[in-house]
């Protein structure tokens, strides 16, 4: 019996093992204080929103930087691509884009982007693996962003160097737009 | 019947430890790829699609957005350079320079993430704002009681963290080569 005891005692530990691997790799998916729910809850499918400003009472997330102004478009591109086109504002603009389990797996700014605005397509790897050859070709500058899911967040940041220019940066983003563009054949 | 109790037991315990685990890895921010330089510790691999599955759980739980790595990096300070963890009591000089950055702001937040309440509204400095010295770098103030010069009002809170946002910055995009870029010295000064 007292053999058995440090085999019973190895049992658990491999299980407790797997317990919190699982439940690290579950997180994820059963969240529902996650950041693309919380703005379920505030934002309509495909359509730019600027948030609130965060302040010590109230803030959509946690972490929000208070020196930008931050709108969001939640997307879903099943009914076909995403047309994003954001415009500068004049100290710094960003365009991250996040899957629908908050993974940052695209950024821009406005030095990258390197126009007055920042203007690119989003669709899913099946959507690029439809659009047409040449156009991709001719249409060199043309940005396209693949998402990895189908749904996801536009977030959208402008800076206000001090606090004074805060309705520069809003202003810039809240012109953003996010609208869906049907792709042929659909 | 023994062997249905050790059976039970087990289970209980590999339970016990498994999620025991998780939570602190959770709540405690254990996450792979941390740069750290004195008080300050980025992930930069958060900010990108190689992010570990411990970090992807952490912000699924939290609710936050983490930094593009193409568009910045966040340096996260919960201590002073001397790991005593930063009391909102407590009067603390931040001085030095930042590494490479086109913008970079410091913000001041509860260890969950809000914003501090003080009567200026004033949750952070941008590198626009912050007044310097003739030589380029600058000290910020961090306390409860109103200072000249850069002053960011921590409320009197019991415990604060400190948030350095650098944006447009080739630190964390070239593969951590940067790793001796100077971040400012964090040096508690008095507590009241």
């Given amino acids: 019996m007292m053999l058995r005891l440090p085999l019973w005692i190895l049992g658990a530990l491999l299980l407790a093992g797997i317990v919190h691997l699982s439940t690290v790799l579950a997180m994820p998916n059963a969240a529902t204080q996650d950041a693309y729910s919380r703005l379920a809850q505030l934002t309509p499918i495909n359509a730019v929103v600027p948030l609130p400003p965060p302040s010590a009472q109230d803030a959509t997330m946690p972490f929000m930087d208070p020196a930008f102004a931050v709108a969001v478009c939640r997307y879903d591109l099943s009914s076909g691509a ?6 500068l504002s004049q100290a710094y603009t960003s365009v991250t884009f996040y899957t629908r389990n908050s993974v940052a797996y695209y950024a821009i700014n406005d030095r990258a982007a390197g ?7 989003l ?6 693996a439809q659009v047409p050859e040449e156009e991709d070709v001719t249409a060199a ?14 977030v959208l940041r402008a800076l206000a160097p001090e606090p004074g220019l805060m309705f520069i940066a809003r202003r810039a983003v809240a012109s953003a737009q996010c609208r869906i563009e049907p792709l042929p054949g659909q | ?3 249905f109790f050790s059976a039970l037991l087990t289970l209980l315990l590999a339970a016990a430890v498994g999620l025991g685990a ?10 792979f790829g941390a740069l750290t330089i ?8 958060s900010g990108s699609i190689d992010i570990d599955p411990y970090a992807r759980a952490i912000i699924a739980r939290t609710g936050e957005l983490p930094v593009g790595a193409g ?3 966040a340096f996260y300070a919960h201590t002073d350079d001397i790991r005593n963890p930063l009391d909102g009591r407590c009067t603390y000089l931040i001085s030095g320079i930042t590494p490479a950055a086109r913008y970079w702001t410091l913000t001041l937040y509860d260890p969950h993430g809000r914003l501090v309440a003080n009567t200026l509204d004033r949750h952070g400095f941008s590198s626009a704002e912050i007044v310097r010295e003739a030589n380029g770098r600058f000290t910020v103030n961090v306390g409860p009681r109103a200072r000249a010069g850069n002053w960011l009002p921590s409320g009197g809170v019991e415990q604060f963290v400190l948030v350095w946002r650098l944006y447009d910055t080739p630190i964390g995009v070239a593969q951590l080569t940067t790793k001796e870029g100077p971040m400012p010295a964090v040096a508690r000064k008095s507590c009241s």
């Fill in chain 2, 22 to 31: 998780t939570w602190l890895t959770l709540t405690r921010g254990v996450a």
């Fill in chain 1, 82 to 87: 995403i047309k994003l086109s954001a415009p």
């Fill in chain 1, 115 to 121: 126009r007055r605005a920042i203007e690119l397509d």
């Fill in chain 2, 1 to 3: 019947m023994r062997l």
């Fill in chain 2, 71 to 73: 568009d910045g990096v």
């Fill in chain 2, 38 to 45: 004195g008080a300050w510790t980025a992930w930069p691999k």
């Fill in chain 1, 141 to 154: 500058d043309r940005l396209i962003i693949e998402s990895p899911t189908r749904r996801g967040l536009i």
């Fill in chain 1, 123 to 128: 669709m899913t790897p099946e959507q690029h």
